[in-house]
């Protein structure tokens, strides 16, 4: 049973760090992209983060760059998404989800039909002063 399962999200002051990890089980994790998303309340979800199943590519929303960092450990099928310098614009449920792809170095930071078929449950991340 594929199951993704998101952990580290918060409350926390701005211009602090968190690190998401999303830990994968019941399904070959490397032959996955894996992307981050957030959702904040009356707002669509947004990709944030996107990494190949090699790891070679990542992809990263303007909003974060320079400020987070996506990594993934195919040994021990996780993903981590390092946020620093938190902003009360990251507020937001963050979702990892993944993606088969037969291409080691592609990744997608939208929600194209079809693509990214499976969810985790979600980690609340709250930047608040």
């Known amino acids: 049973q594929l199951q993704l399962v998101e952990s580290g999200g918060g409350l926390v002051r701005p211009g602090t760090s968190l690190r998401l990890t999303c830990a994968a089980s019941g399904f070959a994790f490397d032959n996955y992209a894996i992307a981050w998303f957030r959702q904040a309340p009356g707002k669509e979800r947004e990709g944030v983060s996107c990494?190949?199943?090699?790891?070679?590519?990542?992809k990263y929303v303007d909003s974060v760059k320079g400020r987070f960092s996506i990594s993934r450990d195919n040994v021990n099928e996780t993903v981590y998404l390092q946020m620093n310098n938190l902003q009360p614009d990251d507020t937001a449920v963050y979702y990892c989800a993944a993606d088969w792809t037969p291409y080691p170095a592609i990744c997608l930071l939208k929600l194209y039909k079809g693509r990214y078929g499976e969810w985790g449950q979600g980690t609340q991340v709250t930047v608040s002063s």
């Open positions: 990494i190949s199943k090699s790891g070679i590519t990542t």
